[in-house]
């Protein structure tokens, strides 16, 4: 039936159909999707079942998830949007499944067809024989270099031609199935780097091989964005990039790059170092949404094959700190780790794991507005201190918007000097009842502790808007499930934030100690106000017990002396509402 379909669209698209969608362009309602910022997790070599397993592991150990990337391979042969009914029986029907319990399929793919398949990986599979697909665009044309052939790693085969309007438009009738069948994006990766030439001979002339790169990440991204909506469709590509034997560039464009992520790392250090490399240089070419595979990709090293990286569970463990506190959060290796059935320590790592995932989860507010204040502002939600690598190397602190500095480990011994941004005081997030520092020192061998944290500080004058549903973070209790919660560290000027609600507009929050303002509240909502001292009152509201209490009150306040925070509530309003913290 796909082969009849396959000659069906071939017909269509010769008799002149090939009406194509206007390329969205980057606009403040163009957005990455909010449930993009919610943990992602992916496996190669699976199945339907092993999927349905891997995504149950997670929600059974109530470790948070969002998505779930079906890696290669998933297709009957490369790349025929064909899922293979062998290992992804009634795919549609999984999809829509997972759909219902909340995690979103995105669905690994290049710009390659081949004529002959394989995987390299154990487990994999073969195809010796060209698909029909790949006769249909070997025969019409649709392939660029007059279909000239290309070893990658997953076979030998050609690249389509995105200047061919009527070979694009087969190609997406193609993809229109799994499109409707509610996927929510597709993991691009870098195919097109095997297209050996430096020039590309295209339909409409030569172009240069960046300028093929990029119209292969912008046509996946504008086809089905156009189908789907923008919130509801994603591609997640590669910014900058440097692995193996290719010489590090840029690969999709900012305005077409809704999810990026740095791949094909080394599972230890120096592959988290290199990592934060390609993240630093992709945050200072303004790519917005950015992150990593959590542990690292690669169990070897990248250059020579040879070399085995050996698992080691501490640089997991921090690896996942860091990742949570990237805006893109996923777990993805060539071992299929799962956090409960690592070679040693499994406990552990599954209760870090869940810890820094819930945390990232319950930041989808705060990484949702930053991202979309972003792309309004034209520039990056990570900020490495430090222009440029030189000033990068043997530091690698950042910025997360202007209210976290995040500073990697890469010591067995769990410690480093850590030298906070002047202009300001800095809070320990492991230590919210102690004083804060002061910008402009450096804590000499700050030691965490635990490999299971990094070095985190909150800036006096942050504004963080959150969803507490447990109490695993120790912020709130599961009693605070269906409201917002916004962490408030009153700096020693006003500050405030501009915060996209679960409406998409905008809701401003402001801080001006001893008042606490925001533009309306949607929702229910508990600010986390940072108060050295417990107030005598705050003005209009009635003190209450507990936090528990809190959260069952329509409005009222609590102080918590341990946090050494102010609790209080206010009821939805249209209306603005001014709070005082006396």
């Given at each position: 039936m796909r082969r009849l379909l396959s000659i069906c669209v071939l017909l269509?698209?010769?008799?002149?159909?090939?009406?194509?969608?206007?390329?969205?362009?980057?606009?403040?309602?163009?957005?990455t999707p909010r449930w993009a910022f919610e943990p992602w997790i992916s496996k190669d070599i699976s199945d339907g079942p092993d999927t349905r397993a891997f995504v149950a592991g997670f929600k059974d150990r109530d470790i948070p998830v969002g998505v779930v990337v079906l890696d290669s391979p998933w297709e009957t042969d490369y790349n025929t949007f064909d899922p293979n009914p062998d290992?992804?029986?009634?795919?549609?029907?999984?999809?829509?499944?997972?759909?219902?319990?909340?995690?979103?399929?995105?669905?690994?793919?290049t710009q390659m067809l081949n004529e002959e398949s394989f995987d390299v990986e154990a487990g994999g599979d073969t195809y010796d024989s060209p698909s029909v697909e790949y006769l249909v665009a070997e025969r019409e044309g649709y392939f660029v270099n007059d279909g000239e052939t290309f070893f990658w790693w997953k076979g030998k085969?050609?690249?389509?031609?995105?200047?061919?309007?009527?070979?694009?438009?087969?190609?997406?009738?193609l993809q229109d199935d799994l499109l409707d069948a509610g996927i929510a994006g597709w993991k691009l990766d870098f195919g097109e780097s095997y297209v050996m030439t430096d020039t590309v001979k295209t339909d409409k002339g030569v172009i240069s091989h960046q300028a093929y790169?990029?119209?292969?990440?912008?046509?996946?991204?504008?086809?089905?964005?156009?189908?789907?909506?923008?919130?509801?469709?994603?591609?997640?590509?590669?910014?900058?990039?440097?692995?193996?034997?290719?010489?590090?560039?840029?690969?999709?464009?900012?305005?077409?790059?809704?999810?990026?992520w740095v791949g094909d790392n080394r599972r230890d250090y120096v592959g988290m170092i290199d990592a934060l490399d390609h993240m630093f240089r992709s945050a200072q070419a303004n790519y917005v949404m950015i992150?990593?595979?959590?542990?690292?990709?690669?169990?070897?090293?990248?250059?020579?094959?040879?070399?085995?990286?050996?698992?080691?569970?501490?640089?997991?463990?921090?690896?996942?700190?860091?990742?949570?506190?990237?805006?893109?959060?996923?777990?993805?290796?060539?071992?299929?780790?799962?956090?409960?059935?690592?070679?040693?320590?499994?406990?552990?790592?599954?209760?870090?794991?869940?810890?820094?995932?819930?945390?990232?989860?319950?930041?989808?507010?705060?990484?949702?507005?930053?991202?979309?204040n972003a792309y309004d502002a034209g520039g990056p939600m990570m900020h490495p201190i430090g222009d440029g690598p030189d000033a990068w190397?043997?530091?690698?602190?950042?910025?997360?918007?202007?209210a976290f500095l995040v500073a990697p480990l890469f010591e067995a011994s769990g410690v480093r000097d850590v030298a906070l941004p002047a202009g300001t005081r800095w809070y320990d997030w492991w230590a919210p009842g102690d004083d804060a520092y002061d910008g402009g020192t450096t804590l000499t061998a700050f030691d965490v502790g635990t490999p299971s944290r990094i070095p985190l500080f909150v800036r006096a004058g942050a504004i963080v808007p959150m969803t507490i549903d447990r109490p695993l973070t120790e912020i709130?209790?599961?009693?605070?499930?269906?409201?917002?919660?916004?962490?408030?560290?009153?700096?020693?000027?006003?500050?405030?934030?501009?915060?996209?609600?679960?409406?998409?507009?905008?809701?401003?929050?402001?801080?001006?100690?001893?008042?606490?303002?925001?533009?309306?509240?949607?929702?229910?909502?508990?600010?986390?106000?940072?108060?050295?001292?417990?107030?005598?009152?705050?003005?209009?509201?009635?003190?209450?017990?507990?936090?528990?209490?809190?959260?069952?009150?329509?409005?009222?306040?609590?102080?918590?002396?341990?946090?050494?925070?102010?609790?209080?509530?206010?009821?939805?309003?249209?209306?603005?509402?001014?709070?005082?913290?006396?």
């Open positions: 269509a698209a010769c008799s002149g159909e090939t009406t194509e969608p206007e390329d969205p362009t980057r606009t403040p309602d163009i957005y290992r992804y029986p009634e795919m549609p029907k999984m999809i829509a499944d997972l759909r219902a319990e909340g995690v979103r399929t995105v669905l690994w793919v085969g050609s690249g389509i031609d995105f200047a061919d309007d009527v070979g694009r438009a087969w190609w997406h009738a790169s990029e119209e292969y990440y912008r046509d996946f991204w504008a086809y089905g964005a156009n189908r789907l909506g923008t919130d509801e469709f994603v591609t997640m590509v590669r910014p900058y990039d440097k692995s193996y034997n290719f010489e590090g560039r840029f690969f999709a464009r900012p305005e077409h790059a809704p999810v990026t992150g990593s595979d959590i542990g690292g990709y690669l169990d070897r090293d990248d250059q020579s094959f040879t070399d085995l990286v050996p698992y080691d569970t501490d640089t997991f463990l921090r690896w996942t700190a860091l990742g949570a506190m990237t805006p893109f959060m996923q777990l993805h290796g060539r071992a299929n780790l799962e956090p409960w059935s690592v070679p040693e320590r499994a406990d552990e790592t599954v209760d870090t794991y869940r810890y820094w995932a819930t945390l990232h989860h319950e930041l989808v507010p705060f990484f949702y507005s930053l991202a979309e190397e043997d530091d690698w602190r950042f910025l997360l918007g202007e709130g209790t599961a009693a605070f499930a269906g409201h917002l919660t916004v962490l408030i560290y009153p700096g020693p000027v006003p500050t405030s934030f501009m915060m996209r609600d679960s409406d998409d507009a905008k809701t401003e929050i402001a801080a001006d100690s001893p008042f606490v303002y925001i533009s309306r509240a949607l929702a229910p909502t508990i600010f986390v106000v940072r108060s050295d001292v417990e107030p005598t009152e705050v003005v209009g509201l009635t003190s209450v017990g507990s936090v528990d209490a809190l959260a069952a009150a329509s409005s009222g306040w609590f102080y918590d002396a341990a946090r050494r925070a102010t609790y209080v509530k206010v009821g939805a309003s249209e209306d603005a509402v001014t709070i005082e913290i006396r």
